[in-house]
């Protein structure tokens, strides 16, 4: 078998005086350079100190439901009341998660240090 040659063809049009106006340009993306300085930089809503305080919010609450956990008896045939309504379960672990939700409103309301 004989090797096909493809020559390429180059085509070159020449501009009429009636073309020049009508002719399309090739554009560039304006995007990169827009994009760019379109980011302003604004404020952060919080502070540094009010993510801290969130973040102490969030672990007091799951200390409180951490605290809240278990109650199974040792015994199934037996009901012990005091497993079930101890101090930690009825108090302490409430009033844990009730620590957690004022701070985090505490830390959502406090305006950011300047």
């Known amino acids: 078998m004989a090797k096909k040659t493809s020559k390429k063809k180059v085509v070159i049009s020449k501009k009429t005086a009636g073309q020049a106006k009508n002719t399309i340009s090739p554009t560039t993306s304006k995007t990169s350079r827009t994009a760019a300085a379109s980011i302003s930089r604004e404020p952060m809503l ?26 199974s008896m040792p015994d199934p045939n037996t009901w012990d009341d005091n497993i079930i ?17 004022v701070t985090l409103v505490f830390s959502i309301f406090k305006k950011k240090a300047a």
């Open 85 to 101: 309504y101890s101090f930690r379960r009825t108090v302490l672990a409430p009033f844990m998660i009730l620590a957690g939700l």
């Open 46 to 71: 919080f502070g540094k100190e009010n993510y801290i305080l969130i973040i102490v919010g969030i672990v007091l609450m799951a200390i409180g439901f951490i605290l809240m956990l278990g109650g």
